[in-house]
């Protein structure tokens, strides 16, 4: 282990834009020297329990040996090759294994390289099918509020433009169509909330090509819940008025809501699906974009004829390897009961925090457990106060929240939610 040294963490400081930050006084950074289980261990020697799953990736934990042969025995033969006019193993593997999973009719498999871009896949795949049908005004897209999708440009288009955090770019962004967001309850659906995207298709239909949203779990936009049925009446309505969905599964695939896919919950089945995140186990860089025969055939028999669309990553031969592991591990363990034994934990102990004066809600669904505030957190103090308690969580705005590694242990997993406790409680 080769930890940074002071002039490298300088240099850092000084040179290295990290996300969500500014380069004149950035927010703090922990040096990791490495990462095993559930722990990140810091160059100081300190370590931390990872509550994030390094933003929903890592649900097998750190270094596990399984992916890590799967990375390396992909290595020794092949690191990368370009996808266009070539195939390889991984990649036909990978994309089997992904349509026997996913809801039918999806048995189209476009391999990208990260989850913005399998959103901006989605997007003109929805758009390229109308123009193939000879329907090219109907490129609009609608979504709901409280929505993140990405920070690339189509996907920057359909964020919320207000708590997705690109405010700024709203006049050059295209205009889309945003329905009111769903009651945050998933254990209860209001009638009254569908009527905004009702209203929306039924005076734009002519001109939307798809309705994308996230499934059931909001993420970045607010970390909130909504009901199956709020889900369900989307897609009647996409059949009623011949527009496509796309689901965004990116941050709710693999299990972390408690079904394989979020979309099970409301057992419907999108047009389009977009993953990414835990599909490598948070490995290496890569997503998907599935979509029916349907989508991909009349794109195929329209003008131009193909998809315009070619990453020069595609399929990365290791990403895909690491991927297939990634899976088949998860489909080879009670993933469910893990999933389900981290809720009732984190119910018990998270709920609570609903005494709390500052606390305006707390919520769990499988592996996610959300604290909302009442006011919005300063995060270099905040971040500062979980790493002395050893845990490591990343809060937002008014929200602050967990979703661990798959493979925590309930004394691992106290540990964050007392942090959490302890944090809040003394705000």
């Known amino acids: 282990m080769i930890a940074p040294s002071k002039a490298q963490l300088a240099f850092d400081k000084k040179n290295i834009w990290h996300p969500y930050t500014g380069m004149i006084d ?6 990791v020297v490495s990462a095993s289980g559930v722990k990140l261990k810091l160059s100081d020697g300190r370590e931390l329990i990872d509550g994030m799953s390094s933003w929903w990736a890592v649900i097998h934990g750190y270094n596990h040996p399984i992916l890590n042969n799967a990375v390396k025995k992909q290595l020794e033969t092949m690191s990368h090759v370009m996808f266009g006019g070539l195939t390889h193993l991984s990649a036909i593997e990978v994309s089997q294994l992904l349509v026997d999973i996913t809801p039918l009719p999806l048995e189209t498999v476009f391999l990208c390289d990260s989850g913005s871009i399998s959103v901006e896949v989605a997007i003109k795949m929805a ?5 193939a049908k000879g329907l090219p005004d109907k490129n609009k897209l609608v979504t709901i509020r409280c929505g993140y999708h990405g920070d690339s440009f189509g996907a ?4 919320d433009p207000i708590t997705g955090m690109h405010q ?4 050059i962004l295209p205009s889309q169509y945003f329905a009111k967001a769903p009651t945050c309850n998933f254990y209860s659906f209001n009638p009254q909330d569908i009527e905004s995207m009702k209203n929306i298709l039924e005076h ?19 970390m909130r819940f909504y009901s199956p049925e709020y889900l369900s009446k989307v897609r009647s309505l996409c059949d009623s008025y011949d527009i496509l969905l796309i689901a965004d599964e990116i941050a709710t695939g693999f299990g972390r809501t408690g079904k394989l896919f979020a979309c099970e919950y409301a057992n419907i089945s ?10 490598t186990g948070g490995y290496m860089t890569m997503a998907a974009t599935l979509t029916s025969r349907k989508v991909s055939d009349q794109i195929s028999t329209g003008n131009p004829g193909v998809f315009m669309h070619g990453p020069t990553f595609m399929a990365n031969p290791m990403a895909c390897a690491v991927a297939l592991a990634s899976i088949k591990l998860l489909l080879s363990t009670t993933w469910d009961k893990f999933v389900h034994n981290i809720e009732t934990q984190l119910r018990q102990e998270l709920m609570p925090l609903f005494d709390c004066s500052n606390v305006a809600d707390v919520r769990v669904l499988g592996a996610i457990g959300v604290v909302e505030l009442k006011t919005p957190v300063k995060m270099s103090v905040i971040q500062q106060k979980f790493v002395d308690h050893g845990v490591w969580l990343r809060p937002f705005g008014r929200l602050v929240y967990t979703m661990p590694p798959f493979i ?14 302890d944090v809040i409680s003394k705000m």
């Not at 925590?408 to 406790?421: R, V, Y």
């Open 168 to 171: 700024i770019f709203q006049s």
């Open 204 to 222: 734009n239909h002519q001109s939307v090509a798809a309705v994308i949203l996230e499934p059931i779990v909001q993420g970045a936009g607010g």
């Open 26 to 31: 950035p927010l703090p950074v922990y040096p």
């Open 408 to 421: 925590i242990t309930p004394s691992d997993l106290s540990k964050i939610t007392f942090a959490i406790n």
């Open 270 to 279: 999108p047009d389009i699906m977009c993953l990414g995140k835990a599909l």
């Open 156 to 159: 920057m288009s359909v964020c």
């Open 127 to 131: 758009i390229q099918y109308w123009f």
